[in-house]
């Protein structure tokens, strides 16, 4: 691939502007300041520096957040942050997108990525990707509250009955559950339906990843690995990140 077309698909900016980036030295490769905008590269572990900052080569971006409260998952961010305010231009160039969307005061793993089939495969409602949500409620949960989530809720203005799987009480005002779909506000919804009240909400886990050492407002890239554990229907075995 040429240079310049390598750099505009990384996020650099139109193909003149990234023609002008090459033309001024601030491109290199391997040691080397490569000054021909037309310069052939291999793409495999393609390393390179922008004004001195290193950058590997991505076909695409996979990315994980651990969402911090008071972040929206919109680009225009009217009353918050928008999560997008954690990313830099050059991600942001590349047309980054929330897979789904949390909430803004819900903590947890957040997906985003500039490839539309990863994005339909995890939101299309047919696929069934689970998520796992712990979540802190005003009163106490009780066991008609659980058969119910489970067995499933109607939602107003939604058709068909949502349910949850996995459902885990871990203190008397903590739960955890998986979900199958993903309409608007649905844990906390689900959760005025059993007649409770969600008070903190935080999502744990996709598919079969799982937060763990990411801390609030951190992000990592995915690794193949973990791609393929984001978009499995299963929720085990757990693959931590
Ligand atoms: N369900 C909700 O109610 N809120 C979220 O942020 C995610 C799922």
Redesign the pocket.
């Known amino acids: 691939m040429l240079l310049e077309k390598m750099l505009q698909s990384q996020g650099f900016g139109s193909r003149k502007h990234c023609q002008q980036l090459i033309k001024n030295g601030v491109v290199v490769i391997q040691d080397q300041t490569i000054l021909d905008p037309k310069f052939k590269l291999n793409l495999q572990n393609l390393e390179y520096k922008v004004h001195g900052e290193t950058f590997q080569y991505r076909e695409k971006v996979y990315i994980a957040l651990n969402k911090p409260q008071g972040y929206e998952c919109s680009h225009q961010a009217t009353h918050h942050y928008s999560v997008f305010d954690l990313f830099n231009d050059v991600l942001m160039n590349r047309g980054l997108q929330c897979v789904g969307?949390?909430?803004q005061?819900?903590t947890g793993l957040l997906l985003l990525t500039d490839d539309g089939q990863f994005l339909q495969a995890l939101t299309h409602p047919k696929k069934h990707v689970a998520?796992v949500?712990q979540m802190q409620t005003a009163d106490p949960i009780d066991n008609i509250q659980i058969q119910q989530l489970e067995t499933g809720v109607e939602l107003r203005n939604e058709k068909g009955i949502f349910a949850a799987t996995e459902v885990k009480q871990i203190a008397e005002h903590e739960l955890s559950m998986a979900?199958h779909q993903?309409v608007y506000?649905?844990?906390?919804?689900m959760l005025a339906a059993v007649g409770n009240k969600?008070e903190r909400?935080h999502?744990a886990q996709i598919g079969q990843l799982k937060l763990s050492q990411l801390a609030e407002g951190e992000w990592v890239y995915l690794t193949e690995q973990q791609i393929l554990a984001a978009k499995n229907q299963s929720i085990e075995p757990l693959l931590e990140i």
């Open positions: 969307r949390l909430d005061d819900t998520k949500y979900i993903g506000h649905q844990v906390k919804r969600v909400l999502r």
